[in-house]
């Protein structure tokens, strides 16, 4: 699971997760070398477009609570109601085109591990946001700071998963107010991989800019996006004062906005894909065209979470065809815009990480690996729509997570790839087990799962019957175990601690 | 899960498995509105194909045990030694583009399941070939005829499969010369789809076709295709007498085979993926143009199924990475050859059906989906590498081929489909539950799993904690509780019986 090599433990599982593990080359980041799909034509994409425009004109978008935003939408030529923003068709467009950039590098600390977003790159990122965590002894139950720190450490110990995330979980042992300087502290201190900052009130978003000025030096961070953040919208069509209030700290300190439309079709858009993803570009059109408002050339990712619903129960449902459907088609229109995109992961509505955990997840993951998605948050651990981080999942996704690098490197067509010469040699009836062109692509030909029980039934048996999920519990154990933190300048180290111990000390104990 | 509105039984799972009952039409085979994916470009494929040529040419492919199959291809212009066939450059293409059919029909006794094989077409067909069945309660066990009865009716209640398969598990509590009689005759009792014959010897061969006689009517079959049978390849590069005397059979009698060399990569083609398809080209290209010197005109259609294979143990893999490129590139050459492709299914090397069956099997299912695949052979029920035929997992994966129907439906742009008067009639910060258009649509807007448990976690553990596997084995115990046969003739299934006894009495016992 780790390609860092660290002594083995004893035990049967242990040699089993040992024989596993995959000699896979550590990548700060996916290129891909095979096209992506689309379901939708030009005509098609054009159509969505030019509704997406009309709602922006004609309906228009809610900037609450955010007196500046309105009078820079008011500067920019938009029609202001109260605080409805209506936008003259092509208006979002032309100052998203003229100055947001097309993909830009999100460094990280380890500059090896400094992440390029947009084109043709895949960035993957864990789960994000959910208050519980689950795994097989203890069950469901509140996260920690503790659970935070475990999910970060696996993070960093995968070779595929590239970024730390954001709010991997909520630590609810935490006081609210201050757990924002925990979270971004721990993302810094047990990662060097890039990581997400807080966005629940401007403050926090101006807290993780200071700590980030602290890691990386303030002139550097005045130069370079160090930070990716996730702003919301309020579907249908509402940015909402928080997270306006967030976005314009980060577009400001040129750090990094995902924003994104977070829609449950149905009922926060209409029950149908060409409905959805109209309201989707539009309302992500309204946040990017803000962020470059705020600042001309802040990075922005166009961000979608789109999933149907339970027309029973109105619940969310995930891995569905129609999601994939809208998924396809906002990718498109993020590269015909020139941003990159963000959507994806392994999202699901069970409650265990079970076959509809697997189903559901892979149905996601595998249509974001050939929409093309340039930044995917909640690749791994989702569980429960986003209400549970699983420990067990995180292992199986993390899984999944590398079989996308390895669709993505393509076919190889050289001579080796050809392997004409070993079907030469081997000839009719014969097999290829021992022939020389086998032998020396043995170690990178297939991906090796670590999850994966390919071995026969009776082997299966006399190893325990263990389920999918009892691997991954092995497997995450371990991983603990072995972490090693990365080095960091003791000096460094204090600087942050004491920014956060001025910052806490700051609040009132009442705000708990 | 069935379509067929019956009543229903009591008790709470009855109740939640018949509000899950999804009111999907049901359609004789599904035909695409979006495009099929690929990952080389013109140049990749050509790659191949000239490197297919090359291999046929060079290497030759192997007619084992058939003088007749020699001659036929000694006097096709092919270059003979010992058993070895050397195919120049060209003829194989040439002898299928001439005359093999780009897409056909293949009759059902209901004309309204007759499937149309090819073009932008897609038939589902359950799994095949399984020795074992497993379900929750009663394990892992010999299959039997009973099984095989259970799973006819399975694959006939669902409106997500088209096909009735062929050998969907093995029934080893008959004796092996007399059980393709019984199989048969089930597929034509139990169901009215379309179904597979038998091809373990060339006289069971025949007695398929003459069963169909009976069924159809000598005439009907000698003009029509009702029946289509797998003739695998012994990979590399070898026909073997049992499969060559079978495809004789089919091919004079104008019924199609599905030319599929079953391929486990690194064992029985190269370690890699351009390798693998070069040698499954030259070997379905053999095995398609032999069916053409046959008979010309005998519909074929082109088969692949590749696994990857693990370095360790020499296992196959499934649902990783290598295999989907190759499907791709594999689907891909079928159409510019301009013969349906078959490919995909549920496949998975997990024990059980728990997550790693499931991640397996919609890491094929949806790439299958998106290659064009037009015959999934597969579809339901697949575990333990084939090995074994699951109840449980036929239930989940039938729930995935519903929703291969509704991706593959592509998406509405009419204007019902754009929403625009919904989003202006809702606006900003509102909800669309209780708007016009979502009523309207509510029936048909999203995909409705049976199996998927998408209520609140509370709601769940209310409901017994059930995981995926549970709820399936509710729902496959109610469609047989539910299943009403098919209507048929009396006189048409004495003389099925009739024609059956009379083949059965002229084995000697012994030959049990």
Known sequence: MTDRGRKRGGGRAARQASLNTPETQSVPYITRKVPVYEVLDEEGLALIEANAETILQEVGVEFRGDAEALELWKDAGADINGE?????????????QQSAPAEFTQHARNPARSVRIGGKNMVLAPAYGSPFVRDLEKGRRYATIDDFRNFVKLAYSTPFLHHSGGTICEPVDLPVNKRHLDMVYTHM???????????TAPERAQDTVDMAKVLFGEEFVRDNTVITSLINANSPLV?????????????????????SPFCIAGAMSPVTVAGTAAQLYAEALSGMAFAQLVRPGAPVIFGTFSSSMSMQSGAPTFGTPEPQLVLYIVAALARRLGVPFRSGGGLNSAKIPDAQAAYEAANT?????????????????????GLSMSYEKFIMDIDQAGMIHSFLAGVDLSENGQALDAIREVGPGKHFLGCEHTQNN????????S????????????DGELDSAQRANIIWKKMLNEYEMPAMDPALDEALLAFIRQRKESFPDASY
Chains 1, 2 share one sequence.
């Not at 993951?365 to 651990?381: D, E, I, R, Y």
Request: glycine letters at 6%.
């Open 189 to 199: 201190r047990y990662s060097d991989k890039p990581f997400m900052g807080s966005v």
């Open 239 to 259: 940015w909402d004062a928080t997270m306006i209030g967030a976005l314009k700290v980060y577009a400001r300190n040129n750090q990094a906005c995902v924003v």
């Open 451 to 462: 999850v994966a029980d390919n071995n026969s039934f009776e082997q299966w048996e006399a």
């Open 84 to 96: 409805r923003v209506r936008i003259p068709k092509g208006l979002c467009k032309k100052l998203i």
């Open 365 to 385: 993951l595998q249509h974001a690996m050939l929409a093309g998605v340039n930044f995917m948050l909640h690749t791994a651990g989702w569980l429960e729509g």
């Open 442 to 449: 043995f170690k990178t030909a297939f991906f090796r799962s």
